[in-house]
């Protein structure tokens, strides 16, 4: 029988997040951006739901399209805010739209969102030893800063709490505890990269 961390529980989706994606190295700007406005759509609420309606979002936000995303009118925001199978918050939709437009502006500096991102940690994942869940922080000195940086170019939703949990999601820090099994193999997936 495998160790996970314990906050994986038993639920089949959580569970399987953890195995196959929590902690993993994203370097890919799309993935990069999908993520942080899904740490954003949480915020208030615990991960299980917005992960149930991963799905739900990527449909109704164009596969998180950010071309498409910084170009919503009223018309689509509206739409939007009536989707039952999204969170509909006012103030979250805007803010993907609001982050898409942050995102292109970005990029046409001539800097990858991946680069820009990585750079708060070096360009590798910070490998942390945690030996219980209640060890590990909410947030940390580089998410703060990671914060201030993305909220100077215009990105909101993104709080030093909701920075943490990226950069755990992304793997930008390995933050299974030693007990469990995925531990290892993300330290190792972060050598490979």
Same mark, same amino acid.
């Given at each position: 029988?495998?160790? !996970?961390c314990?906050?994986?529980?038993? =639920? /089949?989706?959580? #569970?399987?997040?953890? &195995? ?5 190295? +994203? ?24 992960l149930?309606?991963r799905?739900?979002? !990527?449909?109704a936000?164009?596969q998180? =399209? /950010?071309e498409? #995303?910084?170009?919503? &009118? ?5 739409? +939007?805010?009536?989707?039952?199978s ?91 505890t ?16």
């Open positions: 029988m495998k160790v !996970r314990k906050w994986a529980g038993k =639920d /089949p989706i959580y #569970i399987n997040y953890h &195995d196959l994606e929590w902690g993993v190295p +994203l370097h890919a700007d799309r993935q990069l951006f999908e993520f942080l406005l899904l740490e954003g759509a949480q915020a208030g609420l615990s991960w299980i739901t917005i149930k309606r799905e739900s979002y !990527r449909i936000f164009d998180f =399209d /950010p498409k #995303i910084a170009g919503y &009118d009223d018309r689509k925001r509206t739409a +939007l805010l009536a989707n039952p999204i969170i509909r918050n006012r103030l979250k939709v805007k803010a993907f739209i609001g982050n898409a437009q942050a995102y292109l502006n970005l990029l046409e500096r001539g800097q990858s969102f991946g680069d820009y991102l990585w750079g708060f940690v070096g360009g590798e994942p910070i490998q942390n030893a945690w030996a219980d869940l209640s060890q590990i922080p909410t947030t940390t000195p580089i998410a703060e800063k990671m914060s201030r940086s993305l909220k100077q170019l215009g990105f909101t939703f993104v709080g030093p709490t909701i920075c943490y949990a990226f950069m755990q999601a992304t793997g930008m820090v390995n933050d299974h030693v007990d469990c099994f995925r531990h290892a193999e993300c330290r190792h997936l972060s050598l490979a990269t």
